[in-house]
């Protein structure tokens, strides 16, 4: 597991002030039932009825899982369920209808394995990601968590899910931290610390909280965990090349088992808590009886990393996999072994499913091979075996030279495709759009203010696509991308992210002024809450004007905003209309990830908010932009320039001071205000400029809105758009349609205050 920053706010960020940020994830339209990161881990639920329907649970590196309705040869995604921020690490079923999970962003969730994919609970305990977890089958109530902080916690899933009883709203909203994505959220408490002697320590808070056992003795990371079926016995490994055997009824560690030489990353027990299995980096799977205290048997079958394993329901048999792409099936007491398949990814985890498997790897997509579960011995009559050597090295001689197995199977059964993840991206100069290249060699240019995809180019090449799509333009860096799982996340940081403007013309927005400026960062809030806002308003009883503007707080009652401190404020110029290049799709809507006051990370759909969401769950500044229309103080958007004649022109100096206009002023703009002042092409009535100069040091190219553009009866446009001056720097003609920032950025190169030339052309 490396450690990548999470899409989330995290705590090792260079912003100078640690505001919140707020994360939307994009998703393609035609891919929203597929994952689109690869598997780390799969769970499946056999139906109690006969004629009923078996479900594959599967988690990905994309922050989601997915329940998949079974059939013969299909498989349907009937539920996503969408709260972890970030990887999903593993997954269990608890008590046959609980579906638990544990992910990178340091948390559990709880589920209910048939619902339309709502979080019943999240559960707060790890100081960091949180890497595996391991379930008792007849004890249906035990969950076991192990992480990278080297903590591994029991949980009684039973009570750790049970609402809490509250004897007050005051107290609701003390112990509360966060929502779970339901319209009623349950709320979870803060947990408690657990010292040294497993006492519990005094809160000041005095709320009724669950707190999970503790398994104290790891020092380093913690890869793998195996409990058995009564939660008698639990096991857990990692980084330390130790196994710990404990009892997770009290969390007291029973026996320490060495052998490993190196990280282990996968653990099974069977049924009686008797034989423990391992398999390690070390690329050894190792057979422990755990009575006895010692390894029986060690299998030199990988030439690589061994990172899952899965065995027959008498443990007489175990499937495994891992980084040198192939699965094994081997028999414990023959030390036979037969290769089952190779692939072209990792496998990270495997499900053993009747007389099939599936199998996760780093890609998108997951497989169902044959396994013969029920009775392996018919792999084995195909021929092909081999034995397994009891030193490391001797699989891996075989493999150099040459003479590898040839798989049993070349196809799998079936397979459930996922979308090709990104692996590559672009942020272009228009401060718009986002390259991007997927693990299938496909180039795409999205949209990011809209949140789709509006260009396919196909598998073409990355590098000469950007250079055919720069464009010469600048305009400030107002948001940061990442594809951490495996999609586009955009990152929204304040004050960063209202630093870019742009003329309402250039949007192509209709019904506003064309010399308008939007700020990119407040619109696009805008569009990713606007139902958050439809929902609120419903809540809150207001009615959305025609114009769409917020009514004031006057027409609000006291009880509608009682439990907020942020209220819809009227007197602010607070136009909520969405302009349309802000619409975000609603086929494939983008999740949001945030956080506010309490509770920390969460995920969900901009279509599933309801309204209730406040200070506790969304970060002020966002609040305070789309309610308030507040913006933070922003670095200076001006930008000084002085205005000269061309040397050794003879028309007259306008001005010997210097002026200051919005950076994205177009270079049209100052040609407009250099024939004003030269009375070459006397501006007509009806025609406003860009406004006055005052004269003298400091004076201010004043920016206001241009008119209709109509013109005195008798004169054709044309004739009156003649260009007759030309605003040079560096020597170099400007284009009419450069901005004052790009001209800066791309002709002037100087840090000092641009400095642009006029001269007058004679009529053509």
């Given at each position: 597991?490396?450690?990548?920053?999470?899409?989330?706010?995290?705590?090792?960020?260079?912003?100078?002030?640690?505001?919140?940020?707020?994360?939307?994830?994009?998703?393609?339209?035609?891919?929203?039932?597929?994952?689109?990161?690869?598997?780390?881990?799969?769970?499946?639920?056999?139906?109690?009825?006969?004629?009923?329907?078996?479900?594959?649970?599967?988690?990905?590196?994309?922050?989601?899982?997915?329940?998949?309705?079974?059939?013969?040869?299909?498989?349907?995604?009937?539920?996503?369920?969408?709260?972890?921020?970030?990887?999903?690490?593993?997954?269990?079923?608890?008590?046959?209808?609980?579906?638990?999970?544990?992910?990178?962003?340091?948390?559990?969730?709880?589920?209910?394995?048939?619902?339309?994919?709502?979080?019943?609970?999240?559960?707060?305990?790890?100081?960091?990601?949180?890497?595996?977890?391991?379930?008792?089958?007849?004890?249906?109530?035990?969950?076991?968590?192990?992480?990278?902080?080297?903590?591994?916690?029991?949980?009684?899933?039973?009570?750790?899910?049970?609402?809490?009883?509250?004897?007050?709203?005051?107290?609701?909203?003390?112990?509360?931290?966060?929502?779970?994505?339901?319209?009623?959220?349950?709320?979870?408490?803060?947990?408690?610390?657990?010292?040294?002697?497993?006492?519990?320590?005094?809160?000041?808070k005095q709320c009724h909280v669950y707190v999970p056992i503790t398994a104290k003795g790891h020092k380093e990371s913690v890869y793998a965990l195996a409990m058995n079926d009564s939660g008698t016995l639990l096991?857990?490994?990692?980084?330390?090349?130790?196994?710990?055997?404990?009892?997770?009824?009290?969390?007291?560690?029973?026996?320490?088992?060495?052998?490993?030489?190196?990280?282990?990353?996968?653990?099974?027990?069977?049924?009686?808590?008797?034989?423990?299995?391992?398999?390690?980096?070390?690329?050894?799977?190792?057979?422990?009886?755990?009575?006895?205290?010692?390894?029986?048997?060690?299998?030199?079958?990988?030439?690589?990393?061994?990172?899952?394993?899965?065995?027959?329901?008498?443990?007489?048999?175990?499937?495994?996999?891992?980084?040198?792409?192939?699965?094994?099936?081997?028999?414990?007491?023959?030390?036979?072994?037969?290769?089952?398949?190779?692939?072209?990814?990792?496998?990270?985890?495997?499900?053993?499913?009747?007389?099939?498997?599936?199998?996760?790897?780093?890609?998108?997509?997951?497989?169902?091979?044959?396994?013969?579960?029920?009775?392996?011995?018919?792999?084995?009559?195909?021929?092909?075996?081999?034995?397994?050597?009891?030193?490391?090295?001797?699989?891996?001689?075989?493999?150099?030279?040459?003479?590898?197995?040839?798989?049993?199977?070349?196809?799998?059964?079936?397979?459930?495709?996922?979308?090709?993840?990104?692996?590559?991206?672009?942020?272009?100069?228009?401060?718009?759009?986002?390259?991007?290249?997927?693990?299938?060699?496909?180039?795409?240019?999205?949209?990011?203010?809209?949140?789709?995809?509006?260009?396919?180019?196909?598998?073409?090449?990355?590098?000469?696509?950007?250079?055919?799509?720069?464009?010469?333009?600048?305009?400030?860096?107002?948001?940061?991308?990442?594809?951490?799982?495996?999609?586009?996340?955009?990152?929204?940081?304040?004050?960063?992210?209202?630093?870019?403007?742009?003329?309402?013309?250039?949007?192509?927005?209709?019904?506003?002024?064309?010399?308008?400026?939007?700020?990119?960062?407040?619109?696009?809030l805008k569009g990713l809450l606007a139902h958050w806002m439809t929902k609120r308003r419903q809540r809150l009883g207001l009615q959305t004007p025609a114009n769409g503007n917020v009514l004031s707080r006057k027409?609000?009652?006291?009880?509608?905003?009682?439990?907020?401190?942020?209220?819809?404020?009227?007197?602010?110029?607070?136009?909520?209309?969405?302009?349309?290049?802000?619409?975000?799709?609603?086929?494939?809507?983008?999740?949001?990830?945030?956080?506010?006051?309490?509770?920390?990370?969460?995920?969900?759909?901009?279509?599933?908010?309801?309204?209730?969401?406040?200070?506790?769950?969304?970060?002020?500044?966002?609040?305070?932009?789309?309610?308030?229309?507040?913006?933070?103080?922003?670095?200076?958007?001006?930008?000084?320039?002085?205005?000269?004649?061309?040397?050794?022109?003879?028309?007259?100096?306008?001005?010997?001071?210097?002026?200051?206009?919005?950076?994205?002023?177009?270079?049209?703009?100052?040609?407009?205000?250099?024939?004003?002042?030269?009375?070459?092409?006397?501006?007509?009535?009806?025609?406003?400029?860009?406004?006055?100069?005052?004269?003298?040091?400091?004076?201010?190219?004043?920016?206001?809105?241009?008119?209709?553009?109509?013109?005195?009866?008798?004169?054709?446009?044309?004739?009156?758009?003649?260009?007759?001056?030309?605003?040079?720097?560096?020597?170099?003609?400007?284009?009419?349609?450069?901005?004052?920032?790009?001209?800066?950025?791309?002709?002037?190169?100087?840090?000092?205050?641009?400095?642009?030339?006029?001269?007058?052309?004679?009529?053509?």
């Amino acid at each position: 597991m490396h450690r990548v920053g999470s899409a989330a706010n995290n705590g090792n960020s260079n912003r100078p002030r640690k505001e919140k940020r707020l994360t939307y994830v994009l998703s393609d339209a035609n891919d929203t039932k597929q994952h689109c990161a690869g598997l780390n881990c799969l769970a499946v639920l056999q139906s109690s009825a006969s004629d009923g329907c078996n479900y594959l649970f599967t988690g990905s590196r994309d922050g989601t899982l997915k329940r998949w309705a079974l059939g013969e040869d299909a498989a349907t995604c009937s539920a996503t369920f969408e709260s972890h921020v970030d990887w999903v690490n593993d997954t269990v079923i608890a008590g046959g209808s609980t579906l638990v999970s544990c992910s990178s962003d340091t948390t559990l969730k709880t589920w209910n394995c048939l619902s339309d994919g709502t979080c019943t609970r999240t559960l707060r305990q790890h100081s960091d990601y949180v890497t595996c977890l391991a379930a008792a089958e007849k004890n249906t109530n035990w969950v076991a968590s192990g992480g990278l902080g080297g903590e591994v916690f029991i949980w009684d899933i039973e009570a750790a899910v049970t609402p809490l009883s509250k004897s007050s709203d005051v107290m609701e909203d003390d112990c509360s931290i966060g929502i779970n994505g339901s319209a009623n959220p349950l709320t979870i408490s803060s947990l408690r610390t657990v010292s040294s002697n497993n006492s519990i320590n005094a809160s000041t808070k005095q709320c009724h909280v669950y707190v999970p056992i503790t398994a104290k003795g790891h020092k380093e990371s913690v890869y793998a965990l195996a409990m058995n079926d009564s939660g008698t016995l639990l096991v857990s490994g990692g980084t330390e090349k130790v196994l710990r055997v404990w009892d997770p009824r009290t969390g007291s560690k029973t026996m320490k088992l060495r052998g490993h030489i190196d990280n282990t990353r996968a653990l099974l027990l069977d049924s009686t808590g008797r034989y423990c299995l391992s398999g390690s980096s070390d690329s050894m799977i190792r057979l422990w009886d755990l009575g006895q205290q010692r390894c029986v048997h060690s299998y030199a079958v990988h030439t690589d990393s061994v990172w899952a394993l899965a065995s027959t329901p008498t443990f007489g048999h175990v499937y495994s996999g891992g980084r040198d792409l192939s699965l094994y099936l081997t028999d414990l007491t023959t030390r036979e072994s037969i290769l089952l398949c190779k692939k072209e990814h990792p496998i990270l985890q495997l499900a053993l499913d009747d007389d099939s498997i599936w199998v996760a790897t780093t890609d998108s997509s997951v497989h169902r091979w044959p396994a013969e579960g029920q009775n392996p011995q018919k792999v084995f009559q195909r021929g092909g075996s081999f034995l397994a050597g009891n030193l490391s090295f001797s699989r891996a001689r075989v493999s150099l030279e040459g003479t590898a197995p040839a798989p049993v199977y070349k196809e799998p059964i079936f397979t459930i495709p996922g979308t090709p993840a990104i692996v590559q991206h672009e942020i272009l100069n228009n401060r718009r759009d986002v390259l991007t290249k997927d693990t299938a060699g496909s180039v795409k240019l999205w949209d990011i203010i809209k949140g789709i995809v509006i260009e396919d180019y196909g598998q073409v090449a990355f590098d000469e696509k950007k250079e055919q799509l720069f464009e010469m333009v600048s305009i400030p860096s107002w948001f940061t991308v990442d594809a951490r799982l495996g999609s586009l996340s955009v990152h929204l940081d304040t004050p960063q992210c209202f630093s870019a403007e742009m003329y309402s013309a250039d949007l192509n927005i209709t019904g506003k002024s064309e010399d308008d400026k939007v700020n990119l960062g407040r619109e696009t809030l805008k569009g990713l809450l606007a139902h958050w806002m439809t929902k609120r308003r419903q809540r809150l009883g207001l009615q959305t004007p025609a114009n769409g503007n917020v009514l004031s707080r006057k027409d609000t009652t006291p009880r509608s905003l009682a439990h907020s401190r942020i209220e819809v404020d009227g007197n602010a110029l607070n136009d909520s209309t969405v302009y349309p290049p802000f619409e975000l799709s609603t086929v494939s809507p983008p999740s949001i990830i945030t956080e506010g006051s309490q509770g920390g990370p969460w995920r969900k759909k901009i279509t599933e908010l309801d309204g209730i969401e406040d200070e506790k769950d969304f970060p002020w500044w966002v609040l305070d932009c789309v309610l308030n229309n507040q913006l933070p103080s922003r670095e200076n958007t001006k930008c000084s320039f002085y205005l000269h004649p061309c040397e050794g022109s003879a028309v007259q100096i306008l001005t010997q001071g210097k002026l200051s206009a919005p950076r994205i002023l177009r270079i049209q703009k100052v040609i407009n205000y250099v024939k004003e002042k030269m009375v070459l092409d006397k501006p007509i009535d009806n025609l406003n400029t860009i406004g006055t100069f005052a004269p003298g040091i400091g004076g201010q190219l004043q920016h206001s809105a241009v008119g209709d553009g109509s013109f005195r009866s008798g004169l054709k446009p044309r004739q009156k758009l003649r260009p007759s001056v030309e605003i040079l720097c560096n020597n170099q003609v400007l284009s009419p349609d450069m901005s004052l920032a790009t001209v800066r950025a791309y002709i002037w190169k100087k840090p000092e205050d641009l400095v642009l030339n006029y001269r007058v052309i004679q009529g053509r």
